[in-house]
């Protein structure tokens, strides 16, 4: 029976064609209002999660001393650093790792107080491994909103965040687009002035003693958060350890092959180290203190996620709903008919059932390709936005996720049968005079 059920049902779609196309708009409306919506959110997501794994290098292990996550927030000017022992031992580790990490970069934290002579400002920064940096960034690898990346400068170099080099005189020279329409850095080197091409950092050494370097600007970057950007420095690794006068490390960070490998890699690199007695640290970047605000975002963005997606699929459900509802209770009269000619209830319900599911296949596919469609448009627009807290404008976009998209089509499909079906069972199980007399 379920053949001639199917081509009953593929006869009823094309003859009752207005109640099917306001099926199937209903359903495709749902369909690419949820994609459109679950995919900037995705998108948004993905940017973040890349802004911290590449642009600021912190990867998907961060390497420190034991008690520095914890004393990150309370005391971050007396962190424990790593010294030669540990450091000794981390390169040995991870070079024993090569077919697993990517890339490691070296950290240390620097701070204290920026000058040019005529304008100063308070610092905070880091320096780090510059052609490391680079393999880590990947296409991020060019930095520099204006100037050139520090991997292809002098070892006596500096970027100072876009912020920061506004308060010491030094601004962009061009208004050319530091960015592609996908986020991804252009490297083309733009041009920047400087009142003074040099900017003296002045800081304390570990030993307390007050200490100070004259690099030359190379270029502006974007330091992160704007009152992060406002006091951003980053330089070279030996230079920072000049500067604080100590062979010692903040931190490094690690890029797995496998970003899914990240908790037992941790795992493993500490408990090597406790097995040679040595004060070290491994935790996956977002359960660290520097990657606790990105958790604690894509939480705070998850929850949204799931509350939006609730909503939309709550209004599109009862528009799709309503619509099913109405399309099959207007064909009381075609029940009847087919009742009296010997159509079982079984039968009926099948048959209404089986147009729900052709209906909501071809609403999907059309669903699909309108949100492809609106997708490609707005990803090659080259739209950016102003994104919270972030200096520096982040491109809007949308990504696509088949498993996402998959649910949503089964999701609006259950919703149409559901509807389907209901008015269907309740008017097969009318009498047969009421049946072909309702009007």
């Known amino acids: 029976m379920a053949a001639p059920l199917l081509r009953l049902a593929a006869r009823s779609v094309g003859k009752n064609w207005r109640h099917s196309v306001g099926s199937i708009l209903a359903i495709a409306t749902g369909f690419v209002a949820i994609g459109l919506f679950d995919g900037y959110l995705l998108h948004f997501e993905r940017q973040l999660v890349e802004l911290m794994e590449r642009r600021f290098m912190m990867g998907h292990v961060i390497v420190d001393a034991a008690g520095a996550s914890d004393k990150l927030a309370s005391a971050p000017a007396d962190l424990p650093q ?28 620097v701070w204290g107080h920026a000058s040019t002579g005529q304008a100063s400002s308070l610092f905070t920064g880091w320096g780090y491994d510059p052609d490391e940096g680079a393999a880590l960034r990947g296409p991020f690898g060019w930095d520099a909103l204006a100037g050139k990346p520090l991997h292809l400068a ?47 950092l002045m800081g304390s050494t570990v030993s307390g003693q007050v200490n100070a370097v004259e690099p030359e600007v190379v270029g502006l970057v974007d ?60 935790r996956p970047m ?108 982040m491109p809007l976009g949308i990504a696509i996720d088949p498993s996402s998209l998959a649910r949503t089509a089964l999701l609006l499909g259950g919703v149409a049968l559901a509807a389907a079906l209901l008015p269907a069972r309740r008017a097969s199980r009318l009498r047969i005079q009421d049946a072909l007399g309702h009007a």
């Open 82 to 109: 790593l010294g030669k022992p540990e450091q000794a031992f981390v390169d040995e580790y991870l070079a024993a790792r090569g077919a697993e990490v990517e890339a490691r970069v070296r950290f240390l934290f």
């Open 154 to 200: 002098g070892p006596a170099s500096a970027q100072l965040g876009k912020g920061l080099g506004a308060l010491l005189d030094c601004l962009p020279d061009s208004d050319l687009p530091a960015a592609g329409a996908d986020g991804r850095p252009i490297p083309v080197e733009r041009p920047f002035t400087c009142r003074r091409p040099r900017v003296q």
């Open 223 to 282: 330091g992160g958060r704007r009152e992060m950007d406002l006091r951003h420095v980053a330089m070279p690794l030996a230079l920072a350890q000049r500067l604080r006068n100590t062979s010692e490390l903040s931190y490094y960070s690690v890029r797995l092959r496998d970003p899914a490998r990240a908790a037992a890699f941790s795992r493993e690199l500490a408990s090597a180290a406790r097995a040679r007695g040595l004060a070290v640290e491994a």
């Open 286 to 393: 977002q359960e660290h203190g520097m990657g606790a605000p990105l958790a604690q975002g894509l939480l705070l963005l998850g929850s949204f996620r799931s509350l939006m997606a609730m909503v939309v699929v709550a209004i599109a459900g009862m528009a799709i709903f309503t619509t099913m509802v109405k399309s099959v209770s207007e064909r009381t009269r075609e029940v009847g008919t087919l009742r009296s000619i010997g159509f079982l209830t079984r039968h009926i319900v099948g048959l209404f059932g089986i147009e729900a599911v052709l209906l909501s296949g071809l609403a999907s596919g059309l669903g699909l390709a309108a949100t492809l469609a609106v997708t490609a448009a707005v990803n090659g627009a080259g739209v950016t936005y102003n994104a919270g807290l972030l200096a520096e404008p």
